[in-house]
């Protein structure tokens, strides 16, 4: 490079003598970053910014956290961390759906931490947060066992089931078609005759009916009678108009 007159190091000094006298500064907003700004807004302890410093570092064991952006890390792993520590949520108006994700991933991640990371984030200058993560994932996991072995809810028992249906349409069991006339209300029972059997005439009500003319048989006297009739009066109204009896 340049006839070897200069090495590789002289070209990062004499770059950066440059930027140094151009006032430049580079660098990438780091989740740091953005941890420390959101703690100094939020007037968070020193306590959730460890615990949340752990959660990134446990993250950058998992290939999910790889496209999330620094400042999506920064507020749910902080989000998180008050949630282990028992602090009141922070409501900021930031909130969307992909910092809830990248919260519920975090949380799925923290069972199983790096060695290296627990010991690390055990000191005292860490404020011991690797153990209380600890402790919190074993009183979670013994809800859920507990939950586990007291098993599903009882189903409501049958004297209550018939108490709730004491008011709906009463089905025939034989005879009827299940599911034909599901949509339509079902007219009541029309009771049959062996309900009445030992009961007294006086004890139901009669259900209004209209009259009905039976029709009589040609053997039968009342349609004879009826006929004969028909004849006497088909007689007299010719009478009427010819003057004459049939």
Same mark, same amino acid.
């Given at each position: ?11 990062t000094?004499m ?26 807004e ?8 460890? %615990? &949340? ?14 496209? $999330?952006? *620094? =400042?999506?890390? !920064? ?9 282990i ?51 919190? %994932? &074993? ?14 809810? $009882?189903p *409501? =028992?049958?004297? !209550? ?35 009445f ?13 209209c ?20 004849q ?15």
């Open positions: 490079m340049c006839c070897g007159l200069y090495d590789a190091g002289m070209f000094q770059e950066m003598h440059v930027l140094n006298t151009l006032e430049w500064t580079i660098g990438h907003p780091t989740v740091d970053f953005f941890s420390q700004l959101i703690v100094a939020e007037h968070d302890r020193v306590e959730v910014e460890h %615990m &949340a410093a752990y959660i990134c570092e446990i993250a950058l064991y998992h290939r999910d956290f790889v496209s $999330s952006k *620094p =400042s999506v890390m !920064a507020r749910s792993s902080l989000a998180l961390a008050r949630a520590l028992g602090e009141p949520e922070v409501n900021d108006g930031e909130w969307d759906h992909v910092d809830n994700i990248t919260l519920l991933t975090l949380s799925q991640h923290l069972h199983q931490p790096s060695v290296a990371l627990s010991r690390k984030f055990s000191a005292p200058h860490f404020s011991g947060v690797a153990k209380k993560l600890a402790s919190f %994932m &074993a009183h979670q996991a013994n809800m859920a066992r507990a939950q586990a072995q007291a098993g599903p809810p $009882s *409501p =028992s049958d004297h !209550a089931t018939k108490h709730a249906d004491i008011y709906s349409t009463p089905q025939k069991g034989h005879g009827a078609v299940q599911g034909m006339a599901d949509g339509y209300m079902t007219p009541p029972i029309t009771p049959d005759g062996h309900a059997v030992n009961a007294p005439k006086d004890t139901y009500p009669m259900p209004p009916r009259p009905v003319t039976p029709t009589p048989q040609p053997q039968h006297p009342a349609y004879v009678s009826q006929h004969m009739m028909q006497h009066y088909a007689a007299y109204m010719h009478h009427d108009t010819t003057g004459q009896m049939v």
